[in-house]
């Protein structure tokens, strides 16, 4: 049988404890992307601070840990720190000590040994999730008792991509439970100009320096998510640039993919396309007083803010509407002064006569050569002239007869959510909510500064095959089915499945300026990887936004039996309990006390929580907060790990029962972790075979979930039920007696 590192470091171990020799006490060893391993917990990471530097194809990581010795001994340290294939070691310090520092880059074979060894010898588990990647490994150090230790690492790699996309990846965690104080910050600096900067893991906020340069800082709340940090940079050139990933289906041919699309190359010297846009503003009687002085400031401010090439109307509607002009006025300095005047003239009193004003906003031509807006505001819901929603949903669709996309905003708790999310939707557009107590004017701000500069407006996505065919056929489940105008410094994110392996050809086209424009982007689909498995959930996460919201538009009055409401309550119930991804209405899942064997139930569970807030609720902080998940779910293109979203009182809740591992997903029940893939064989959950840490078949199974690029199974926790193969496994973290 072949002998192991690990195997005889065990031997070792047992062979001196035989002869009465006391071992040597365990070395701690510090992994930033996990936490610290030792036996006693007393050195603990204080706090990691990441700063990458991405020059062209060349990125330069330079990590900072801070440790704290917390017992009362001189403690033996050692870091590991797994890094990309391919990286080299610039430089290696810490200070506070007498050692002299050393490190070594271990390529992915040789880090293999120092995982097992290490793994062995502190009986922890935690680094077999990163079996397969290289690793940094330093010398041993000491650290006092209550001394504190800075370590800093730079390496750097060379960064994967295409002609116009560059990639980088910092491994970290994918657990829930490990919670390091990260810090992250990342420039980057191309020779080409940048067209879009985008993560599919983790949110960031990204500051322009230039064309060619642009700083991100990663927030608190978000470097504190788990997961490895993903990050596209696309660049700029002729056409479109573009960026897609795919993950095969396991079980048929077929997979899962996520393109990313960001503008072609504005016009020099200004916008591609001039903005025509209708401000409608409710003036009903619950608007008097500080409501409306915030929407009249805000709406001026918009106004002024147009550019000379551009115009605008604008609407007032109450029980009556009221316009300034019947055609659109270009934005000079004597129409915007006579706008300022109108609005200051503008009072509130009357009923909310929301399809009057929707109507008399659509019913206008645009003006030739210019895309039409319309930024529509409203306090309340409908209560004088046509009120049901069904009705003015279908009328807004049907009568935008000139393609306005409509942004809804709806100021204060009053507002039916539902009907503005669907009335700007079908539009191409978006809707947001004031919350009470919100000042009104900055968001309304912000919400048109959202418009500027179109770049690709009236977008279609289709596949076509080798020779130009329609192959139509080959994609399904588009996420959104309906894509938005691209901004200048935007993209656009579209998620969705895909039938066979040859390659596609995705046609974008789109209104560039005057003309009508066709983009091609060519891709393979046998790069498809299962490492890629983010890809899936992403889809899912946006595929179940959009049926909850086909569930909301059926309203309340929707019988139990229509066929409509049990397809899309079926399919947003299999696709949550498959992906692992819970929503306000399906958080049960992560009961301890809910049986995910008995499908029955938990249907009847999930129609009571449909019934009872999606299809019942309209109005209030209970409405908005529904609003407020969709679109983080259905737009968003990053993951949402801990499965967090807003309750009816806009508290943030999330889950740690629920975990996802690679392309797998994981229900807690007690101190066990579930496989989802076992919950249809109940057989399988009490006749599966036992595996423990440190014995033969526990090596066997390190070497085939490695070999398969699901290591991380192997860190999940003390007892895992997962199937292999055809048959269950448990896997058992605490050694064999």
């Not at 107590?437 to 968001?443: I, L, T």
């Not at 056929?473 to 089915?481: G, N, T, V």
């Not at 974008?508 to 003309?515: A, F, I, K, V, Y």
């Not at 890809?535 to 595929?543: E, F, M, P, Q, Y």
Request: charged share 25%; net charge neutral.
């Amino acid at each position: 049988m072949r002998t192991t590192l690990t195997t005889a470091l065990l031997s070792f171990a047992a062979a001196a404890s035989a002869v009465g020799q006391a071992a040597p006490p365990p070395t701690d060893v510090v992994l930033p992307q996990r936490g610290t391993l030792g036996p006693d917990g007393e050195i603990v990471l204080t706090g990691v601070r990441v700063g990458v530097v991405v020059d062209d194809r060349v990125a330069r990581t330079t990590m900072e840990v801070t440790i704290a010795n917390t017992g009362e001994r001189v403690r033996d340290v050692e870091f590991v720190v797994p890094v990309p294939d391919g990286a080299t070691t610039v430089a290696f310090d810490f200070h506070g000590s007498e050692a002299e520092p050393t490190a070594r880059l271990l390529p992915a074979d040789e880090a293999r040994r120092t995982y097992d060894e290490i793994v062995g010898r502190l009986r922890d588990p935690a680094l077999l999730e990163f079996m397969g990647s290289a690793a940094v490994r330093s010398s041993v150090f000491p650290v006092g008792p209550g001394d504190r230790q800075r370590l800093r690492l730079s390496y750097e790699h060379v960064l994967s991509g295409g002609s116009r996309r560059i990639d980088y990846a910092l491994p970290r965690s994918e657990l829930l439970s490990v919670a390091v104080p990260w810090e992250l910050s990342l420039t980057v600096k191309t020779k080409a100009a940048i067209a879009a900067v985008h993560s599919p893991t983790h949110r960031f906020e990204r500051i322009d320096v230039s064309r060619h340069e642009v700083a991100l800082r990663v927030p608190e709340k978000a470097a504190r998510e788990p997961g490895p940090i993903l990050l596209s940079v696309l660049l700029d050139g002729e056409g479109v640039a573009s960026s897609f990933t795919a993950c095969p289906d396991p079980d048929r041919a077929g997979g899962t993919f996520l393109l990313v699309v960001a503008p072609p190359r504005p016009v020099e010297g200004g916008p591609v396309a001039a903005r025509e846009l209708t401000l409608v503003i409710d003036r009903s009687g619950s608007m008097k007083g500080a409501k409306l002085d915030q929407v009249t400031d805000a709406a001026k401010e918009i106004v002024r803010r147009l550019g000379p090439a551009e115009s605008f109307r604008l609407v007032a509607y109450a029980s009556s509407v009221d316009v300034l002009s019947g055609p659109a006025l270009d934005a000079t300095p004597e129409n915007v002064a006579r706008a300022e005047g109108w609005l200051d003239a503008l009072h509130a009193n009357g009923g909310t006569d929301v399809l009057a004003g929707l109507r008399e906003a659509l019913a206008a031509a645009p003006t030739p050569g210019r895309v039409p807006y319309v930024l529509f505001l409203t306090d309340g819901q409908p209560t004088v002239g046509v009120t049901d929603e069904a009705a003015i949903r279908a009328a807004a669709a049907a009568e935008n007869r000139h393609g306005h996309r409509i942004l809804a905003l709806g100021v204060g708790a009053d507002v039916n959510t539902a009907l503005l999310r669907d009335v700007a939707t079908v539009a191409r557009g978006s809707a947001f909510f004031i919350l009470p107590g919100e000042r009104a004017g900055p968001k309304i701000e912000r919400t048109f500064d959202r418009m500027r500069d179109p770049i690709l407006t009236g977008l279609s996505l289709g596949v076509v095959d080798a020779v130009g065919d329609d192959a139509r056929h080959r994609l399904l489940d588009l996420e959104p089915p309906v894509l938005p105008d691209l901004f200048a410094g935007d993209e656009v994110v579209v998620t969705g499945r895909y039938r066979g392996t040859e390659p596609l050809r995705f046609r974008l086209e789109g209104d560039h300026g005057d003309r009508r424009r066709t983009f091609d982007l060519a891709v393979r689909l046998d790069d498809a990887s299962p490492s890629a498995a983010y890809v899936r959930r992403l889809w899912a996460g946006r595929r179940i936004a959009g049926l909850v919201d086909a569930i909301r538009a059926l309203g309340a009055g929707t019988a139990s039996d229509d066929p409509r409401f049990v397809e899309l309550l079926t399919e947003v119930v299999r696709l949550s309990r498959e992906h692992g991804i819970l929503t306000e209405y399906t958080a049960f899942f992560a009961s301890a006390g809910t049986d995910l064997r008995d499908p029955d139930r938990i249907l009847e569970e999930a129609e009571r929580a449909f019934r009872r807030r999606a299809m019942a609720v309209r109005t209030g902080t209970g409405a908005i907060n529904q609003d407020v998940n969709l679109r983080l779910s259905r737009l968003g293109g990053r993951l949402n790990r801990r499965n967090a979203f807003y309750d009816e009182r806009l508290f943030r809740r999330e889950f740690a029962g629920v975990q996802q591992i690679h392309d797998l997903t994981f229900y807690r029940r007690g101190s066990t972790w579930i496989d989802a893939r076992l919950l249809d064989r109940p057989r399988d959950l009490t006749q599966a075979t036992e595996v423990r840490f440190g014995t033969d078949s526990h090596r066997a199974l390190v070497d085939r979930l490695a070999a398969d690029g699901r290591p991380g199974l192997l860190a999940l926790g003390d007892d895992v039920l997962l199937l292999l193969g055809p048959k269950a496994v448990r896997l058992r973290a605490d050694p064999a007696p």
